[in-house]
């Protein structure tokens, strides 16, 4: 019996053992003007214990052009981790902790940035994502190897007049389900009317897929994307433009 009760409290205490945090690296979408420099800030979240990394991290060439690394923010970490000496579409780093001391970094902080110069056109837009290419995503938690977690994000080319996002008074913009399969529903809130509203998506490298322009009357509205209107599954870009409004929200296809 006692056996039996030793067993049972065992078991209730491996379930309510919390599980923690995965590593992630990330980064986070950015907008940016052409010809502009941007600096693309690299993040963590469950970075906890962590004594060693490596990865490959790869953008578009075509859209961005590598030019410096800044705001080194982790103990041991500086160019020298990073490589090959030729940046052009692509970086990969090695990191330990010199004296093997376990790092932890709270979730959310910058612990490196790369700086580049926009050298696409609007719409062009590059995917920043962590692809372990060259070198796999890995990091090591207390000399325990594991995934390194990734989220990718997009810097998206604007033209001039369109320089800094704007999102009109309670638009409340809502895109569900997001990702999605056979359809989805995009939802908004106008205050004014709006004559000249335009709707559009783009794949990652910049090509227009859909283009509709509407009337709209102030209220709510909806708008259905359904799976006729995307060639494949992936990620892509949905742009708003109205009168004092610019904004561009991931769109999600999932097509499995």
Same mark, same amino acid.
Request: proline share 4%; aromatic share 12%; hydrophobic share 40%.
């Given at each position: 019996?006692?056996?039996?009760?030793?067993?049972?409290?065992?078991?209730?205490?491996?379930?309510?053992?919390?599980?923690?945090?995965?590593?992630?690296?990330?980064?986070?979408?950015?907008?940016?003007?052409?010809?502009?420099?941007?600096?693309?800030?690299?993040?963590?979240?469950?970075?906890?214990?962590?004594?060693?990394?490596?990865?490959?991290?790869?953008?578009?060439?075509?859209?961005?052009?590598?030019?410096?690394?800044?705001?080194?923010?982790?103990?041991?970490?500086?160019?020298?981790?990073?490589?090959?000496?030729?940046?052009?579409?692509?970086?990969?780093?090695?990191?330990?902790?010199?004296?093997?001391?376990?790092?932890?970094?709270?979730?959310?902080?910058?612990?490196?940035?790369?700086?580049?110069?926009?050298?696409?056109?609007?719409?062009?837009?590059?995917?920043?994502?962590?692809?372990?290419?060259?070198?796999?995503?890995?990091?090591?938690?207390?000399? /325990?190897?594991?995934?390194?977690?990734?989220?990718?994000?997009?810097?998206?080319?604007?033209?001039?007049?369109?320089?800094?996002? /704007?999102?009109?008074?309670?638009?409340?913009?809502?895109?569900?389900?997001?990702?999605?399969?056979?359809?989805?529903?995009?939802?908004?809130?106008?205050?004014?009317?709006?004559?000249?509203?335009?709707?559009?998506?783009? /794949?990652?490298?910049?090509?227009?897929?859909?283009?509709?322009?509407?009337?709209?009357?102030?209220?709510?509205?909806?708008?259905?994307?359904?799976?006729?209107?995307?060639?494949?599954?992936?990620?892509?870009?949905?742009?708003?433009?109205?009168?004092?409004?610019?904004?561009?929200?991931?769109?999600?296809?999932?097509?499995?």
């Amino acid at each position: 019996m006692i056996k039996d009760l030793l067993l049972y409290f065992a078991l209730l205490l491996w379930f309510v053992v919390p599980l923690q945090a995965q590593p992630t690296i990330f980064a986070e979408d950015i907008t940016a003007n052409e010809d502009e420099i941007v600096e693309v800030e690299i993040k963590v979240e469950g970075f906890k214990d962590i004594v060693a990394w490596q990865f490959t991290f790869e953008w578009d060439s075509q859209v961005l052009e590598f030019i410096d690394f800044d705001q080194f923010n982790l103990v041991d970490l500086s160019e020298d981790n990073f490589g090959p000496t030729d940046k052009t579409d692509y970086i990969i780093s090695t990191w330990f902790e010199n004296l093997l001391t376990p790092v932890s970094v709270a979730d959310g902080e910058v612990i490196f940035s790369i700086k580049f110069k926009v050298i696409g056109e609007a719409p062009d837009s590059s995917k920043l994502w962590f692809s372990g290419r060259e070198l796999e995503n890995i990091v090591s938690e207390n000399g /325990t190897s594991k995934d390194f977690e990734t989220r990718m994000g997009v810097c998206s080319v604007i033209t001039p007049t369109n320089a800094v996002q /704007t999102i009109l008074p309670n638009f409340d913009l809502s895109i569900s389900p997001n990702p999605f399969r056979g359809a989805t529903q995009v939802k908004f809130n106008l205050e004014n009317n709006q004559d000249d509203f335009n709707v559009s998506i783009h /794949t990652l490298d910049g090509k227009q897929i859909y283009n509709q322009e509407y009337d709209l009357p102030a209220g709510e509205h909806i708008i259905d994307i359904t799976s006729d209107m995307i060639p494949t599954s992936g990620m892509y870009l949905l742009h708003f433009t109205g009168e004092g409004l610019y904004t561009t929200q991931k769109l999600i296809f999932e097509n499995y």
